[in-house]
Structures are given as C-alpha cells and as structure tokens.
C-alpha cells in the first residue's frame, strides 16, 4: 500500500516568494492533515481536513498561508508571501476518520528554506 | 502550542541496554501515542494507548499511562542501533476532536 505522498522534498526560495505543498494521502483517508515541524521540536497541526471541509484550521496562519482538499482526495499548502521564519518541515498526514482513536500516518515531509 | 513535556531530552545508550522515555501532558485525553522520527523513514506512528488502559506492549515496546499523574512512559528492551531516533509522545485530547498534540520529542541514540 502507498503511503502519503508530499511534493516537492526541498524547497529553497527567497522571502516574500510565494510557495506551495502537495500532498496525497493513503487510499481511502478520509481525514487529512497539515503540520509545521521546526527544527528540535514535535509537528504542530495547522489544518485538518474532513474529506472536502476544513474542519480545525484555528493554529493556521491566515494572513499568508492557506489550503485546500479539492474533491476530498489532494490538499496544497500555500505560503505568500514567504517569511524567513516559515524554515520549517511541512507535514502532511492522513487518518481514517475514525471517531476517538486516530492512528495518523505521516509522509516524509517538505523541507523549507526561506532565505 | 506544544502539550507534552518529554524527559530526557537526550538519552545515549548502548545496544542491549533498555531505554525509558517519559511524557507529561495537561489536559484530559482520549488516547496518547507514540511515534518515532528519523531522518530515513520520517515520522511513524509506534503505540496507542488508551485513557482507560494503564500499559501496552507491542514487540520490544512497553507504555504506560497513568492519567492521574497526566503522565507515560516508554521503554523500549534490549535496544539496537536500528533504535537510534527521536521519539514523540502525543495526545489526543477529548475536546479537540482528533486533533493530536505533539511534544517536543526525546532524542535516542543507541550505540553499537
């Protein structure tokens, strides 16, 4: 089975660039996931998603990021402008959707370097 | 905001050694887990333990939640350079939905 897919893996761009985040999750999850990870430190969720619907975006920056999960499958994380303090790993993750256990399965990642 | 304090924040052991990592957390949960970090295989999800049980094993994986003291521990046994890795505790809370809460994470480094 494939796990979630996360394009690109590195990405390097100057600030006040704008940026974005592919993310396929695992067949048939519906629940999906954006999460910030900076270095030293555990994932922070930014957005989660219920098939189409964003369902906790509150941790999510909106003044300059934003996201969406068109058709319940795909999500893109966009950043714009970018801001030397975006460096971060950007997390995608997906869950079944199951109601009070949440076993998240996490992809590998993109790396972010605002310069 | 992270929840969850991980103690050590570093551990260095030799293989075959056991290693205990522990988490303290806030507020009420339905679930904490664990999950483990490296730089090859990312972030993979290891235990779930539920707020209604007190230990879990899973292969050389033993957890404990003591929701009284809002506190858990993991112990890996007879670790392996394979081990080598940073490891997360995170909660589930039982008013977030399924949001999960991160700590800062224990880095293990197992040396042959």
């Known amino acids: 089975e494939a796990g979630v897919v996360q394009s690109p893996r590195y990405k390097i761009i100057e600030k006040k660039q704008p940026v974005a985040f592919w993310c396929n999750p695992i067949s048939g999850h519906n629940t999906l996931y954006w999460y910030l990870q900076n270095l030293g430190q555990g994932p922070e969720l930014l957005i989660r998603?219920?098939?189409?619907?964003?369902?906790?975006d509150s941790q999510l920056p909106k003044d300059r990021f934003s996201a969406e999960r068109l058709k319940g499958v795909d999500s893109t994380l966009k950043i714009q402008p970018a801001e030397l303090g975006d460096s971060a790993v950007y997390l995608c993750?997906?869950?079944?959707?199951?109601?009070?256990?949440?076993?998240?399965?996490f992809g590998p990642g993109t790396r972010l370097l605002v310069l | 905001s992270q929840q969850g304090e991980e103690d050590p924040q570093a551990l260095s052991i030799q293989e075959g050694e056991n290693a205990t990592m522990n988490c303290s957390y806030k507020?009420?949960?339905?679930?904490l887990q664990w999950y483990r970090q490296n730089s090859g295989r990312g972030l993979v999800h290891l235990i779930l333990?539920?707020?209604?049980?007190r230990e879990k094993h899973s292969g050389r994986l033993r957890v404990t939640l003591d929701t009284s003291k809002k506190s858990s521990s993991l112990l890996i046994t007879a670790s392996r350079a394979a081990d080598t890795a940073s490891y997360f505790c995170?909660?589930?809370?039982?008013?977030?939905?399924?949001?999960?809460?991160f700590g800062e994470g224990t880095q293990l480094t197992v040396n042959p």
């Open positions: 998603y219920e098939n189409e619907e964003a369902v906790d």
């Open positions: 993750a997906s869950s079944l959707g199951q109601r009070g256990e949440e076993t998240q399965y």
């Open positions: 995170a909660t589930q809370e039982s008013t977030s939905g399924s949001r999960l809460t």
């Open positions: 333990i539920r707020s209604n049980e």
């Open positions: 507020t009420s949960i339905n679930n």
